[in-house]
Structure formats: C-alpha cells, structure tokens
Nanobody, 120 residues
C-alpha cells in the first residue's frame, strides 16, 4: 500500500511562517501530481497548491505570493512553505498524491491531515 505522512503543522501568529512536509511511502512506480488541500471548520475542503512531476505548479488565488509548493522526487516528498500567514489560513491541511502502483494502477492517496492554527 501507499501511505502519506504529513508533518509541520502547529500554532503561529499572524504574519508568521510554517513549512509542511509530506512523504510518500510504500510500493509504487512513480508519483504524478502531489498537492495540499485544506479544510476549515464548517467549510468544504479546497485545493491550496499542487505540483506535477515535471515541476509545474498551481495555487489557489488566496495563497498566491505567500505560499510555495515544492517537491523532492528522490525523497518522494512534497513541501508547502507558508509565509505571511493569516487567521483565515487556519485549517487542517491534507496532503494528496496520485501514484502508479505496480498491481492496482493509478491510485489517489490522502494523508491524515495536520492542523495549522494562525492566531491574530
């Protein structure tokens, strides 16, 4: 099976920074897109940022110029550098990846989530 393990969440004051990490482990040939989603209380889960294997990135308008997504293909890891954090960034952040499994083909996997709390 394929698992995603997230780390880096926590409590930070507005204007501060955090860096989230997500590492994929298990059996797979390769990873296609990796991304970060978030879900605030009472709201739907939304895409924050994504990055494909070739390096092209996509960001939600609300985080452009503040967040940066990157990946280390050798470590099967995706990062989210979050700067100039705002209270409205408070949410559970979930890692997402599309992987090619030797037996089951293309699979979409989610991490368990990591809580980011931004105080005003």
């Amino acid at each position: 099976q394929v698992q995603l393990g997230e780390s880096g969440g926590g409590l930070v004051q507005a204007g501060g920074s955090l860096r989230l990490s997500c590492a994929a482990s298990g059996s797979f040939f390769s990873i296609n897109a990796m991304g970060w989603y978030r879900q605030a209380p009472g709201k739907q889960r939304e895409l924050v940022a994504s990055i494909i294997a070739g390096g092209n990135t996509n960001y939600a308008d609300s985080v452009k110029d503040r967040f940066t997504i990157s990946r280390d293909n050798a470590k099967n890891t995706v990062y989210l550098q979050m700067n100039s954090l705002k209270p409205e960034d408070t949410a559970v952040y979930y890692c997402n990846a599309g992987v090619f499994h030797p037996t089951y083909g293309y699979l979409e996997r989610w991490g368990r989530g990591t809580l980011v709390t931004v105080s005003s």
